[in-house]
C-alpha cells in the first residue's frame, strides 16, 4: 500500500502539465520584463562598407530591447562588442524567422545581404560601444550608455 502510494504521488508530479495556450487561447499577455510597456524597438542599424553606423543609444536598465540589424550585402561586415553583449541579457537572435537563444553574443558577421533581430535586456549601467571591427572612424562605431 505504501508503495502503490509512492508511486502514484511520483506519477502526480512528473505528469506533464497543460500549457496556457492549451487552457486559454485568450490568455494574457507576458507579464515583467517581456512585457508590452517594458519593450522598445531601436532604431535599425545598416551596415554598409564605409557607412556610418548611427547611435547613440541610450538604455535603461531592466528594460527590453529590440533591434534590428542590417547588412545591405557590400561586404562581408560584422559587429564586435564583447563588454556590451555582457552587460545585457539576450533574449534571443531572430534570423530568417529561425529563433536563437544563446548564452551570450561577443561578435555577429554578415557574409552577404541579410537582416537579424536580437532582442535583450539592457543590465549593467556603464558605457559601451559597438563597433566595426578594425575600423576606427567615430562613425563606424555606436556609442551606448545604460543608465
Known amino acids: 500500500m505504501r508503495y502503490s502510494a509512492i508511486f502514484m504521488l ?13 487552457e486559454d487561447d485568450d490568455a494574457p ?6 512585457a508590452g510597456p517594458n519593450k ?20 535603461t536598465s531592466g528594460k527590453y530591447y529590440e533591434v ?26 531572430v534570423v530568417k524567422g529561425l529563433e536563437i537563444r544563446p548564452m551570450g553574443l561577443h561578435s555577429i558577421e554578415f557574409d ?9 535586456v539592457a543590465v549593467k549601467p556603464g558605457s559601451y560601444t559597438l563597433a566595426i571591427p578594425g575600423s576606427t572612424g567615430a562613425d563606424q562605431r555606436i556609442e551606448i550608455t545604460i543608465d
Open 10 to 22: 511520483s506519477l502526480a508530479l512528473f505528469a506533464p502539465l497543460p500549457t496556457l495556450a492549451e
Open 29 to 34: 499577455p507576458p507579464a515583467g520584463l517581456l
Open 40 to 59: 522598445e524597438d531601436l532604431p535599425e542599424v545598416i551596415l554598409s562598407v564605409g557607412e556610418p553606423l548611427g547611435g547613440p543609444w541610450h538604455l
Open 68 to 93: 534590428a540589424i542590417t547588412a545591405d550585402g557590400s561586404g562581408e561586415i560584422g559587429l564586435s562588442g564583447g563588454d556590451f553583449f555582457h552587460a545585457i541579457w539576450v533574449d534571443e537572435v
Open 112 to 120: 552577404r545581404a541579410g537582416t537579424m533581430e536580437i532582442g535583450f
